[in-house]
T-cell receptor, first 114, second 110 residues
Framework: DGGITQSPKYLFRKEGQNVTLSCEQNLNHDAMYWYRQDPGQGLRLIYYSQIVNDFQKGDIAEGYSVSREKKESFPLTVTSAQKNPTAFYLC?????????????FGDGTRLSIL | QKEVEQNSGPLSVPEGAIASLNCTYSDRVSQSFFWYRQYSGKSPELIMSIYSNGDKEDGRFTAQLNKASQYVSLLIRDSQPSDSATYLCAVNRDGYKYIFGTGTRLKVLA
């Protein structure tokens, strides 16, 4: 079945530690996204990528980094510079956002501080 | 003014009633509009996409778009307790970015 796979489902970060969240899709979508959702709030865009080897900062990119070496993969690293990382992280993809196609989401990763 | 605004709710409706969820957006150039359902602790799931003025129906769901008034709504007919969730409105404004509202929490009372 085609879809977006995020792992792990739950992740705990120690003080000063970088952690990486995985996002893999087999939908052949060019565009991929990372969002952060805090309780009772909407989705805030962290980074997005339109094609391989290219990505742009979203509204809250500070303390995060990404790479897009393969079409299928868009990992997100939460660095120690992100002082309040506890949130629900969502990866999404779209086949053609420029043509107004919708996004589809993975199941999410819940990150907490130890 | 937020780019996409929704009433946070909760909106409570009895089982079998019509639930009406509303969303307004600020940027007139927005072309594509989406409704997502998000159950507590889960990721958003696409329910409807709408691109033209008027109504679009899919089963018990009807999306309505009025670009002149800059609002989009979602009607859920014959509401069921399983429809209880947060409904997110999203707008594709300039091609690659999607702007989300904070969501309306719907409670369907059995």
């Amino acid at each position: 079945d085609g879809g977006i796979t995020q792992s792990p489902k739950y992740l705990f970060r120690k003080e000063g530690q970088n952690v990486t969240l995985s996002c893999e899709q087999n939908l052949n979508h060019d565009a991929m996204y990372w969002y952060r959702q805090d309780p009772g709030q909407g989705l805030r865009l962290i980074y997005y990528s339109q094609i391989v080897n290219d990505f742009q900062k979203g509204d809250i990119a500070e303390g995060y980094s990404v790479s897009r070496e393969k079409k299928e993969s868009f990992p997100l690293t939460v660095t120690s510079a992100q002082k309040n990382p506890t949130a629900f992280y969502l990866c999404a993809s779209s086949i053609d956002p420029g043509a107004g196609q919708p996004q589809h989401f993975g199941d999410g990763t819940r990150l907490s501080i130890l | 003014q937020k780019e996409v605004e929704q009433n946070s709710g909760p909106l409570s409706v009895p089982e079998g009633a019509i639930a009406s969820l509303n969303c307004t957006y600020s940027d007139r150039v927005s072309q594509s509009f989406f409704w997502y359902r998000q159950y507590s602790g889960k990721s958003p799931e696409l329910i409807m996409s709408i691109y033209s003025n008027g109504d679009k129906e899919d089963g018990r769901f009807t999306a309505q778009l009025n670009k002149a008034s800059q609002y989009v709504s979602l009607l859920i007919r014959d509401s069921q307790p399983s429809d209880s969730a947060t409904y997110l409105c999203a707008v594709n404004r300039d091609g690659y970015k999607y702007i989300f509202g904070t969501g309306t929490r719907l409670k369907v009372l059995a």
